[in-house]
Antibody, heavy 119, light 107 residues
Framework: QLQLQESGPGLVKPSETLSLTCTVS??????????GGWIRQPPGKGLEWIGS???????YYNPSLKGRVTISIDTSKSQFSLNLSAVTAADTAVYYC???????????WGQGTLVTVSS | DIQMTQSPSTLSASVGDRVTITCRAS??????LAWYQQKPGKAPHLLIY???SLESGVPSTFSGSGSGTEFTLTISSLQPDDFATYYC?????????FGQGTKLEIK
């Protein structure tokens, strides 16, 4: 059964870079049908798509994040990663990684990790 | 960006009730719409994809319909486990966008 697990610091200082990694096990994202995606949810609020990466390395980002996002993939390690630069308190959220299949949506999610931006 | 608007924001209902949640897109998304259920402290869970296709393992009390700009999620007979927050999401084009959520509460 496919599992995704986020990892990374739970506390980041303002103006620094938030870095998270998603490790995929029990399956693959190295297929023409799959993307790896990042979604976040501020406390008590709704879901926001951050960006997605295709197994080939093609990336798609939410323009609302104004060029602060970089997503990369390492298929040999079954991992994809998120970097969000110049963070502020508004970036405090639970960050989820998820797999989405072409034509289906986000069918497998990690459990999520809370990242707090504070000095 | 395509805006997704759900209604209502909160819905109070009883076990056994039939409920419907509506999701409207600001422009046509064909049938590229998914519905998710989220419980407190948990990740969202895919229920419906391509507007009306039931994800494997999801009870048949859940159904989806619609195309273009208007979509509905129906729960035909509410079970205690169904009280949660529901989100729609369009994947017709990047940036993917979610509705603001509908919280389904016990009356």
């Amino acid at each position: 059964q496919l599992q995704l697990q986020e990892s990374g610091p739970g506390l980041v200082k303002p103006s620094e870079t938030l870095s998270l990694t998603c490790t995929v096990s029990g399956g693959s994202i190295s297929s023409s049908s799959y993307y790896g995606g990042w979604i976040r949810q501020p406390p008590g609020k709704g879901l926001e798509w951050i960006g997605s990466i295709y197994y080939s390395g093609s990336t798609y980002y939410n323009p609302s994040l104004k060029g602060r996002v970089t997503i990369s993939i390492d298929t040999s390690k079954s991992q994809f990663s998120l970097n969000l630069s110049a963070v502020t308190a508004a970036d405090t959220a639970v960050y989820y990684c998820a797999r989405h299949q072409y034509g289906i949506g986000f069918d497998n999610w990690g459990q999520g990790t809370l990242v707090t931006v504070s000095s | 960006d395509i805006q997704m608007t759900q209604s209502p924001s909160t819905l109070s209902a009883s076990v056994g009730d039939r409920v419907t949640i509506t999701c409207r897109a600001s422009q046509s998304i064909s049938s590229w719409l998914a519905w998710y259920q989220q419980k407190p402290g948990k990740a969202p869970h895919l229920l419906i994809y391509k507007a009306s296709s039931l994800e494997s393992g999801v009870p048949s009390t859940f159904s989806g319909s619609g195309s273009g700009t208007e979509f509905t999620l129906t729960i035909s007979s509410l079970q205690p486990d169904d009280f949660a927050t529901y989100y729609c999401q369009q994947y017709n084009s990047f940036p993917y966008t979610f509705g603001q959520g509908t919280k389904l509460e016990i009356k």
